[in-house]
């Protein structure tokens, strides 16, 4: 089962660019509608999808019991590594990233489909909490006992802009580590050693829990999905900064550390 997850903050959706050519057999999966509940202050700006929301979703996709499930994006799975995330956390075991996205396919010389797909509807079950999360009160907590990584650009975490959130800074605690980083410059993940070289000198190691959390919890997911490339477990905080920056009384913290 192939989805199809283009999707970029601000929009437009990639319902168009994936009508004008996707891998052949993809679904598209709308992040907005499907991956998230809709935006609220004091949950941020991309809850975790109710299951019955959720539960259609999928349904829609025509995922089958025992189908394996490859999502990708155009953008270095930074959108599609939500829908990674998200069905684990649903109990569906065998999802993957196709590293590279939509253009290591057309790198390969493979060719696109245009329009949209028809599939027969999906059977398959899903148990939302398969994964572990943090909520507001357990995240303002966390960097006294773990690595608390921000996985938003750089400029963001300083608080030296914020385009998006209604306050500029970071979560006290928390280091610094954009997600971006984690990309070569095709788009494909860094090799596991690289990968895993960053993840340890930024504190990382199997002695401490690891948390991530970026602007609403999407590209959160691809730096989960590094550090498991990496050979670490990591948590998600899925309010991420659009939750914290809204929270009354949640201190903010600016600059480097």
């Known amino acids: 089962m192939l989805l199809d997850v283009r999707w970029r903050l601000g929009g437009p959706p990639g319902l168009d660019e ?5 891998i052949p057999g993809a679904v598209y999966v709308d992040l907005e509608t499907e991956l998230a509940d809709p935006a609220q202050p004091s949950l941020g700006r991309h ?9 259609s979703a999928v349904r829609r996709w025509g995922v089958r019991r025992g189908d394996t499930v490859v999502a990708y994006d155009d953008s270095g799975n930074l959108a599609s590594a939500r829908a990674w995330w998200l069905l684990r956390w649903a109990g569906v075991d065998d999802v993957l990233l196709l590293d590279g996205g939509l253009g290591a396919w057309v790198d390969a010389g493979l060719g696109l489909a245009v329009g949209d797909e ?6 398959v079950e899903i148990a939302p909490g398969r994964l572990p999360t943090l ?11 773990g690595v608390l990584l921000d996985a938003r650009a750089v400029e963001r975490y300083r608080g030296e802009v914020e385009p998006v959130d209604p306050r500029a ?17 095709t788009g494909r993940f860094r090799p596991a050693g690289e990968l895993r ?10 002695q401490r829990p690891t948390a991530v959390y970026c602007g609403s919890g999407v590209t959160a997911a691809h ?3 590094a550090l498991a490339i990496a050979g670490f477990d990591a948590v998600l905080f899925p ?5 914290w920056s809204n929270a009354d009384g949640a201190r903010v913290a600016t600059g480097s550390a």
């Open 169 to 185: 800074g970071h979560i006290p605690g928390a280091l610094s580590a954009p997600t971006t980083a984690n990309l070569d410059s």
């Open 197 to 206: 070289q960053r993840f340890v000198q930024l504190g990382v190691d199997a």
């Open 118 to 123: 028809t599939t027969e509807p999906g059977d």
């Open 239 to 243: 309010g991420s900064w659009s939750q």
């Open 18 to 22: 994936y009508r004008h050519g996707h």
């Open 223 to 225: 730096e989960i999905a």
């Open 47 to 55: 809850p975790l999808p109710s299951p019955a929301r959720l539960r």
């Open 135 to 145: 909520d507001l009160d357990e995240v303002a907590a966390f960097a006294s006992s």
